[in-house]
């Protein structure tokens, strides 16, 4: 890791052991949630717990991403996962900022890997990232020192609205497990098809055309 961004990766593990301390479990081993296929049933059920105790939080609740810098880079037009992302983050008490590529070097030709760079320059403790190309945010993440969040990348995944799906599905439900869970439409290009089939595991099934089949 690169000595620049120590700092920011020692500040969310004194976070995560404190939440652990807090009685709320072990933290979760990662700094990036980059797709739901790596994460363990144990691990999805942490993510979906801790969401879980954010929809309708006390008037007290601490701001456990306070002091933080959370940049929401959206290389692709979004309305509400942006918004969603910008009020999370204030709501947890990080300061965001959103980057709007058609505003950004981007359009003088600036590449995916210098932005990654000048982004590790500015040491950020969050990136929220958005793009029309798979395996885009990954690049990214491999080039900063921070934590990267995948907000939707090409065909590849939507980590984040696969937890939502299934954290409403639990709500609604009262369970995820055992549950037979239709997803249909276009699953071969979709990437939220993909992440939620990989959140429900063997409980999803997919119902589309042949031909918009993976």
């Known amino acids: 890791m690169k000595p620049a961004c120590r700092a920011q990766t020692a500040r969310l593990q004194h976070r995560h052991v404190a939440n652990s301390h807090a009685g709320r479990g072990a933290p979760l081993p990662y700094y990036n949630l980059l797709g739901i296929a790596g994460l363990k049933p144990w691990e999805i059920r942490y993510l979906l717990d801790e969401a879980a105790r954010w929809i309708d939080p006390p008037a007290d609740a601490p701001r456990p991403l306070a002091g ?36 950004s070097s981007i359009r003088k030709g600036e590449t995916l890997l210098d932005t990654a760079l000048t982004f590790s320059a500015m040491r950020p403790d969050i990136i929220v990232i958005r793009h029309a190309d798979s395996g885009a945010v990954r690049l990214i993440a491999e080039k900063v ?13 939507h980590p984040t609205q696969a937890l939502l799906d299934a954290l409403t599905i639990r709500r609604r439900k009262g369970r995820i497990e055992g549950l037979t869970v239709a997803i249909c439409g276009d699953i071969l290009h979709s990437r939220v098809a993909r992440s939620i089939s990989s959140c429900l595991r063997a409980w999803a099934r997919g119902c589309a055309p042949s031909h918009r089949q993976p």
């Open 68 to 103: 933080l810098t959370q940049i929401n880079a959206f290389f692709e037009n979004s309305t509400r996962t942006l918004l969603s992302f910008e009020i999370a983050g204030k709501r947890l008490g990080a300061d965001t900022i959103n980057m709007v590529p058609g505003a």
């Open 145 to 157: 020192g921070c934590s990267v969040i995948n907000a939707g990348d090409g065909r590849h995944e």
